[in-house]
């Protein structure tokens, strides 16, 4: 039974921060690329942030210098400190965990970013 569980989402002002996170269970975690995807209403889901099994990143540009992914194996738990959030990262946020030919994908978590 593969599970990805997000918490951490919230309302907040822009400039403000949130941090989101993801523990998974029923996985070999170290072994899988895990990464954040968001969705917002009208658009397409992208690709916020990612990190490799072997403790690589990467971030779409609009989360460059904002964001910082980390994971801690032996807590399978990915993280996703976001800072000097705008109104454009409001967004249902997406765990997801992925190895070969397996995805998985958590419930997802609200972020709304407005004064």
């Known amino acids: 039974q593969v599970q990805l569980v997000e918490s951490g989402g919230g309302s907040v002002q822009p400039g403000g921060s949130l941090r989101l996170s993801c523990v998974a269970s029923g996985i070999t975690f170290s072994r899988y690329a895990m990464s954040w995807y968001r969705q917002a209403p009208g658009k397409q889901r992208e690709l916020v942030a990612g990190?490799?099994?072997?403790?690589?990143?990467n971030y779409a540009d609009s989360a460059k210098g904002r964001f910082t992914i980390s994971r801690d194996n032996n807590k399978n738990t990915v993280r996703l400190q976001m800072n000097s959030l705008e109104p454009e990262d409001t967004a249902v946020y997406y765990c997801?965990?992925?190895?070969?030919?397996?995805?998985?994908w958590g419930q997802g978590t609200q972020v709304t970013v407005s004064s």
């Open positions: 997801n965990g992925r190895r070969l030919n397996f995805d998985s």
């Open positions: 990190i490799s099994s072997g403790g690589n990143t």
